[in-house]
């Protein structure tokens, strides 16, 4: 058995080889009070969800991770924190896939230049939280990045296709947190 990966941000990591959703796994974790910086990651997810709780399967070689974090800004923000998710998550994948365009599409996808001039769907990113008006008691960051797995949908790509090469999941997972726990201290 390996050790677990030194991850920025990341007090608690809990690997798993197969969930229904990290998302879920991780909201039921902060309900039952863990810690700030748990990060729940899965090899494949079997009811993986996004935005208006769209549902998909997530095969190896995707990244699917949900970082609780147990924020002290004011509810009001989430929009804007979302969007900076997205900002970090755009600057990781710039990293794990370099010479490689990416952009955010608000409200939580980040896509991909591909050689064909189009923009494909890479990363999605969904944040849930709980709290009520004055303050938060927990944030969910999900992330799935399509990386060397085929990417579940027709307008989306992967890491591995963008750069015909295989790229990992660490190399992708370190940047990915470092920039998210960046983003996380200036917002």
């Given at each position: ?21 990290t ?57 804007a ?12 994948l ?21 050689a064909d001039?189009r ?19 927990w944030?969910?960051v999900?992330?799935g ?24 999941l ?18």
């Amino acid at each position: 058995m390996s050790a677990a990966p030194k991850l920025a941000g990341v007090r608690r990591l809990l690997r798993l080889s197969e969930t229904g959703s990290t998302q879920a796994d991780a909201r039921r974790l902060a309900a039952a009070g863990a810690p700030d910086g748990t990060l729940v990651w899965a090899r494949r997810q079997s009811a993986g969800r996004g935005r208006m709780g769209r549902r998909w399967r997530s095969s190896p070689g995707g990244l699917y991770v949900s970082w609780l974090i147990r924020p002290r800004f004011a509810p009001a923000r989430l929009g804007a924190f979302s969007l900076a998710c997205g900002r970090a998550a755009a600057a990781a994948l710039r990293e794990a896939a370099p010479g490689v365009a990416f952009a955010v599409k608000p409200p939580n996808d980040v896509l991909a230049l591909c050689a064909d001039g189009r923009r494909r769907k890479v990363c999605g990113i969904l944040c849930e939280a709980a709290g009520d008006s004055s303050r938060l008691h927990w944030l969910v960051v999900g992330v799935g990045v399509n990386v060397d797995n085929a990417p579940p949908l027709k307008r989306a790509t992967g890491l591995k296709a963008l750069t015909g090469r295989r790229v990992g999941l660490l190399p992708v997972l370190r940047p990915l947190m470092r920039e998210l726990s960046r983003a996380r201290r200036t917002f």
